[in-house]
């Protein structure tokens, strides 16, 4: 496969406006991007930790590209478009040394965990949304982790079935919310991301998962749907 243009994803970044370098990575930088001034939502966005995900990078991006101004005056954003940069140019899930940084975050072994920590010190969300993509998945599912359990996995399944179909399937450890909905598992420690937040910095965590086999351009549609869920949610609209 054709290495993908890490640069051209920094400059599309970079064109929205001022980025914070987070961490340097297998010769890549890795950069966050803060949005918006209003006090009624903070949203923290994250994909691209596996490499050969690229659908969550795009949404990230057409996220920030898109932003609104009335959004902006609504919400804060934290983005971080794409956490392993060597995993994107060469397509594999791991980092630069063969490490699944999603299972890293329970200890402060890896570099970039240990500066994505310290970017996330001291600060909370209303939710915090990590895209991730499956290869073997027929459709589009979400894990979710809400402390009052008004789950919005439901009402997001529904808005991207107008896009592609749902994958209903549960794993073998997967606990079943609601058609293509499942738990974020307290048993799962904090050694993920998303349980990593969840513990740490919000009261409500998504994982959106899309199938890899569908157009990127559909993938980071779905992602968005999810995302405009959320928002909707807290914002009333």
Known sequence: MKKRDYTSLLHRLQAVGPTQLVAECG????????LGSGTEARILLTAGLHGDEPAGPEAALRFAEELSSRLAQRCQFLILPCLNPHGYV????????GLDCNREFGGDAVPLVVQVKALLRGRRFDCALDFHEDWEASGFYC???????????PA????????MPIDGEAGENDKVIAEGVFLIDPEWGEAGLAPY????????ALISETPSEWPLAVRAEAHLR?????LQ???GA
């Open 27 to 34: 010769g890549y930088p890795i950069y966050a991007i803060e």
């Open 90 to 97: 060469h397509n594999t899930r791991e980092n630069e040394s």
């Open 143 to 153: 894990y979710e982790a809400k402390r009052d359990e008004q789950w919005l996995g």
């Open 156 to 163: 997001i399944v529904e808005q991207v079935r107008a896009v």
């Open 197 to 204: 937040l969840y513990a740490h910095h919000t009261e409500h």
């Open 226 to 230: 999810a995302l405009e869920v959320v």
């Open 233 to 235: 949610r807290r914002l």
